[in-house]
């Protein structure tokens, strides 16, 4: 069990994305820091939980985690970066944070499967991906998700995640957001 220390922990977020938050987020217009961000941004906006913001902000952190290259889908292979990514977030964070980040491909498949609407408008890359994720839920996997206590939120993180992708949307900075990690990790340490 790694040492929980949430001022270490906030400092390892930012080294990852300080390292590879630069990078573009694969076929979109914007830098996998600035798509974090507008996501983050989304959830407060809403008025969600402090726990939800730090799912929206975290929940692409996979891409940051794993060692394939970023247009990987372009080459056929599914990066797993849902499950990297609330896998390694396990470790320190609630299910409030890490569920919802979990199942944020799974809410892609479930509302392909459920709003003919929706698959049309997702972006070229994310059709790319759906295909390597599985494609639309078949009628039993949209039972099992609509059953998960953590569908909601994860559908909601979805709606962000989708959204973030506008090229220069101004939004707080990494600093801002990264309060909200640190109060989540305290709240957890009392
Ligand atoms: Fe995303």
Redesign the pocket.
């Known amino acids: 069990m790694p040492e929980f220390n949430p001022a270490k922990i906030v400092e390892e977020i930012k080294r990852l994305f300080n390292d590879k938050g630069n990078a573009m987020y694969a076929g979109e217009p914007v830098t996998q820091t600035e ?1 974090a961000l507008q ?1 983050a941004y989304s959830a407060e906006h809403a008025g969600e939980s402090p726990e939800l913001i730090v799912a929206a902000l975290l ?2 952190i996979g891409h940051l985690l794993h060692k394939h290259d970023e247009n990987c889908a372009t080459q056929g292979i599914d990066d797993l970066h849902e499950t990297i990514g609330a896998q390694w977030l396990i470790q320190y964070f609630q299910q409030e944070v890490t569920e919802p980040i979990r199942l944020h491909v799974d809410a892609k498949r479930y509302r392909c499967a459920t709003d003919k609407q929706y698959h049309s408008q997702l972006s070229p890359a994310s059709v790319l991906s759906l295909q390597l994720q599985g494609g639309p839920f078949d009628q039993r996997e949209v039972e099992l998700f609509e059953n998960n206590r953590w569908a909601e939120s994860a559908l909601r993180l979805r709606s962000w ?1 989708e959204a ?1 992708k506008i090229p220069d949307y101004e939004t707080p900075e990494l600093e801002y957001f990264l309060t909200y990690v640190q109060s989540v990790l305290k709240q957890q340490a009392l």
């Open positions: 798509h996501a929940h692409d995640d973030a």
